[in-house]
């Protein structure tokens, strides 16, 4: 079954702790996105890729960074966790035109 | 700037009843718009969309009306059921081709037994 896959689904790591949320999805979709989502917020887009080699920064600024060398896979590397960077992280994929597939989130927190 | 706002941040309904979620956007060039429901721990699952040359566009047991007058989006869910709380997100494309979604804020859907 086509489906977008994240992992993992919650983390917790220490300060100063470099990290990669992993983002895999199977329906062979160009477009891929990284959300930022508080409780109960908006989702704010931080990353997106149009295709393999591509990447962008999204509209929230972020010190994450990405990189798309599969058309599957889209990981997010945080180089040096802050509490600040406690959040909902939720990777999204889409064909052509807006409608987004998101996968489950990975819940991270920061301590 | 461009924003995309919910009326309400929660709504409580009993089981049966039907549902009305709305959602205002202030960009008058936004062509498409997408609702989405997102249960607890979960990631958003598309609901149904619109293009802003259709007013209104029928799913199952859902609707969505919008109103480019007044720049009003709203989500009718039939015969609310337990499975449906949740909260709900309105997405507005003001990327033209690209596709830039802007999310709004949440409304809480809770369905009474």
């Known amino acids: 079954e086509a489906d977008i896959y994240q992992t993992p689904r919650y983390l917790v790591i220490g300060t100063g702790k470099k990290i990669t949320l992993e983002c895999s999805q199977t329906m062979g979709h160009d477009k891929m996105y990284w959300y930022q989502q508080d409780p109960g917020m908006e989702l704010h887009l931080i990353h997106y890729s149009y295709g393999v080699n591509s990447t962008e920064k999204g509209d929230l600024s972020s010190e994450s960074t990405v990189s798309r060398i599969r058309t599957e896979h889209f990981p997010l590397t945080l180089e040096s966790a802050r509490p600040s960077h406690t959040s909902q992280y939720l990777c999204?994929?889409?064909?052509?035109?807006?409608?987004?597939?998101f996968g489950s989130g990975t819940r991270l927190t920061v301590v | 700037g461009e924003s995309v706002g919910l009326h309400l941040p929660t709504l409580s309904v009993q089981e049966g009843d039907n549902s009305i979620i709305n959602c205002a956007y202030s960009?008058?060039?936004?062509?498409?718009f997408i609702w989405y429901k997102q249960e607890s721990g979960k990631g958003p699952q598309f609901i149904i969309d619109i293009r802003s040359n259709m007013d209104k566009r029928q799913g199952q047991r859902v609707t969505v009306l919008l109103n480019k007058t007044v720049k009003h989006l709203s989500l009718q869910i039939a015969a609310t059921q337990p499975g449906d709380s949740a909260v709900y997100f309105c997405?507005?494309?003001?990327?033209?081709?690209?596709?830039?979604?802007?999310f709004g804020k949440g409304t809480l859907l809770t369905v009474n037994p």
């Open positions: 997405a507005e494309n003001s990327g033209g081709s690209n596709y830039k979604l802007t």
């Open positions: 960009n008058s060039a936004s062509d498409y």
């Open positions: 999204a994929s889409s064909e052509l035109g807006g409608v987004r597939t």
